[in-house]
């Protein structure tokens, strides 16, 4: 959802996924099987780039199609937030955990 999320911000525009593997936090392994998968259910259209910039070859552009922006509409959650690390771990076990043999 944070990927059709961040191509929902402004879903008429292309955009590189590089862009959005920063935008999202998703690293590239996560991220391009989604895009995959969005564009294989109709939600994102992907095209080449054209023409590619000079010196580097082309890369793929993304964004939503009418489907993928009315799911992008209906989604008005913020994207989940990280879970704060959890209190120091000590052997394994919350330090706020007895130990065993702890009085």
């Not at 990927?3 to 998703?26: F, N, Q, S």
């Not at 964004?63 to 994207?79: F, K, Q, S, V």
């Amino acid at each position: 959802m944070q990927v059709i999320r961040a191509l929902g911000a402004d879903p008429a525009r292309w955009r590189h996924g590089y862009d959005l593997g920063i935008e999202t936090g998703l690293k590239a392994g996560s991220l391009y099987p989604i895009l995959v998968r969005l564009a294989d259910r109709g939600l994102l259209e992907a095209a080449w780039e054209d023409p590619a910039p000079r010196g580097r070859p082309a890369r793929h552009l993304y964004r939503l199609t009418p489907d993928g922006r009315e799911l992008a509409a209906t989604t008005t959650a913020p994207a989940p937030a990280t879970a704060p690390a959890p209190a120091v771990r000590a052997r394994g076990r919350l330090a706020s955990q007895p130990q065993p043999g702890a009085a």
